[in-house]
């Protein structure tokens, strides 16, 4: 009781910091490992944000090293979610392997399926046909908006903001059962096949993304006015998590992130696939890599995927919609790697064939786990309380981390 | 050499380092997009790694391969592109590829004690490694 | 032994009636507090484009009883290390002090508990400020790293904005000369004007302040549930969270009522002393009688037959409510009552309407980090209050050197007031521009508030 339990805890807490971290010593940079000692003599503490944590989406296990409030240091342990995806393609054929691709970033499935198909299609050098082009490019802009909405709706909840979570769920709901009707799946799609199309679009598609197309601009307007200019809101977003394009680049980091971060690349403009060639839209780009300027550009994104979407509603060729490609499909042997301009980044298939009906090697480059390796360096010099912003703003989904 | 329209290149496993060294400043390849490996049991050096390039002013890819054998120290290129880091680190866990160099080299999606190296062609798709999961969690495999 | 009880029986006859309403407040309270909360969730579910808590009892009715009785029968779970007298007393302080202050308030001119102290404002502000005792005891005796840290921050974040608090009561304060908290509403009669217009910046401090005072959102980080702390409240389950609960709750109201009774005119009905606005005492009764249509018009689409006749039932309550407010002013053998009924009903009105902002702020706004929070209470806040006090002043000194009274008194204070908005404007500019430059703050300890 006391003065005697205080010292006990404080004694409590110093062993802790005192101890050898065995495992995550090693991986954390080289000023914070020699020295025990922080800035004003006290001992660092680590702290824990555990796999189960309500903010750090899903089972990601964050240790930081603490310097009174500040973060000096800090380690990501993934792997709670490893299912072994890349193991399972080697056993499964071509076909077999695309339903488990959806189940990565199971939060964006479509353009997963999108990655998938495509890279097969490649391997096999065939061509989906023009109207299965420009379906698949409806679907995979709205998931992309469905995919940043859900963002939104979390990173604003950790940050304090309750309410438009509830709002973006609204408005993923009515994208949720536009792809229920097209393929009976809101969340894994396995909405693409290799070659194109399975299902013909339903009779009232067009009109259906045309009515979400119209409000959606409403509702994008409503929660900037909720959040853009508000105060605090860019009080807890300003500046924080600055990531500068040099780092961007070294660390690989790829999508909004990276756009924020000032570098204007795009890989629906660089190597365009599927039919975005054919729709004029903006890349938006940031300038100071902070979480405020990801942020605008994740919300601007959202707005170009509508224009996008109301572009190809416009004109959806006639035709058929899925290539000659047969029910077994034996690619020769060879190897292709295909990337596309996933919601979180850059989402990369290495396929490797050795002519039978199974993938030699599926390698999927995953842009969760690559963006999040710059974790470490965004975080540094920040508060405790920035950090879960922070996690947020890289917009991470541990299905596509682990694979 | 050329595989459907994406160019590769073989190089020497111990030249990596100053290959890609090369690459990124000479060549622009500023991105290393992916760094992985695929096993070839029946060839003498099993192990591909390959690495996927991008280059930003060029607009290029380009997939650079180098052979090892089991066993094998592959050059680490941390310090080439930091991004490596964990890729390096998935590569060592799955097929059990060394770095040399590297600051870092553990298990990052497995546990840390898992035995066995899963992307490996003799590792069987239900094989676990049975001791660490009685141990760990209590239950026997294949539950 | 006789003297004791003769003593006891003495006692008991001057005060039968403060201990009465004592005992009333202690038993109702709670329940009105469940009914606030239900009030939140409702709100919070329709800001939301969803519906709250629609399950239990018709609409939800219900809620709050099945959450207190599912409360008082958790387990209740002590931490193995825990200092098992403090873990008990905490909650108890937090409590009891929120409960005790309510005693100081007076809901109506003829409801107060403790009639008529000298020092009413202090008293309650001052009883209130005690429930941090429980706040810091409840993070300690939790034996939890991080609900130490938690219960530190809120108690660092509440003894900071108390300050601003109480200098922005001492600008009200100074438009009446008292801190008896039924001759502040007398002035206020007697000016004809609430203080809200005299001192609006005042109010606006004491508003925010009194947002951070309850730990409210924007300022719940101590308390909020995706922060890596998890807050004072963290081990405490079942019943001992509940008296939490209910101290935050009875806070909220405390602080209402104080800012009503100061700044909005108490029991007053608006334009209390104009006969022109006296059809304004019409309202209460017809607002009553507006809800009991209401409810008498969804009867028929309730679903089953047990809703319809709760509705109903809601419905005739609203409407005897009614009644009971339009007794005063038509009938004149009610007429004393006018007072203590209409004054309760205007009362409840304003505290209502202060704590309904609360919940429409906590839905809108994200939440302030510590630092942010800190840096607002000491480096805007506070040098705000302290200037107001003092164009406040000035402008007092001025208005009764030229006689000025009641609207005429808006000449003075008004320029008053933008002259402290040009003070808050320039204190903002420079905060900004030092927060641009300051990137690289050394690590600051930010316990020491």
Redesign the interface.
Known sequence: MGAGEFGNRERAVKRVAAEPET?GE??LSSEATTENKTLLGADELIINMGPQHPSTHGVLRVKLKLDGERVIGSECI??YL?R?V???G??RTYQQFAPYVDRMDYVAAVSNGLGYCEAIE??L?VEAPPRARVIRTILTELQRIASHLLWLGTHALDIGALTPLFYCMREREEILKIFEKYCGARLTTHAFRIGGLQYEAYDTLEKDVERFCKDFESRVAEYETLLTQNRIWIGRTKGVGILTAEDA?????TGPVLRASG?K?DLRK??PYAAYDQYKFEIPVGTTGDTYDRYLVRMEEMRQSRLICLQAIENIPAGPILAKVGKVLKPPP????H?IEAPKG?L?Y?V?SDGTVQP??V?I?PPS??NL?AFDRMVRGHLVADVVAIIGTIDIVLGEV?? | ME??K?A?VTVERGRLAEIALHLRDDEKF?????L?A??WPKREKRFDV?L?LYS?TK?E?L?VKAWAADGEEVPSLVGV???A???EREAFD?FGIVFAGH??L???????EWQGY??RKD?D?LQQDTAWVRENLGIESGQ | MQAVIQATMEFLKLYWAPLLCGLVIVAVLPLVVGYIVLVERKLMADMQARLGPMRVGPHGLLQPIADAVKLLIKEDIIPDNADKLVFWLAPVLSVGAALLSIAGLAIGPAFQIAKDINIGILFVVGVSAMGIFGIVLGGWASNSHYSLMGSLRSSAQLVSYETAAGMALVSGLLLTGTLNIKAIVEAQSKEGIWFVMLAPVAFFIYLVASIAETNRAPFDLPEAESELVAGYMTEFSGFRWSLYFLAEYTNMIVVSSVATTLFLGGWLRPFADVHLFNFLDYVPPLLMIGVAGYCLSRTPKQPSGVQQIFMLAVASLCFVVALVLVAPVVLPIAKPFYAGIHGGFWFIFKVSAYIYFFMWLRFTIPRYRFDQLMRLGWQFLIPLSIVNVLVVGVALIVSSYFNLHGWAMLLVTTPAAIIALVVALMILAAGQESQAGKENAAASDFYAG
């Open positions: 495992e090693t991986t993934i792997g490893h072994g890349e193991k399972i080697e056993n490649k391997l050098v680049i070294a660390f690989g980091v570098v690349w660089a190597a060879g190897e292709v790697y990337a850059e990369g290495y490797v030699y090697r390698r480059r786990f690559i390796q682990d694979r | 595989d459907r994406q590769i500023d991105m290393l997009s992916d992985t695929v096993d390959v996927n930003f607009n890819r997939r592109w930091p991004v880091n964990w890729l799955m600051p870092g553990t298990r990052i999606l497995l546990p840390e899963p992307l590792y798709i």
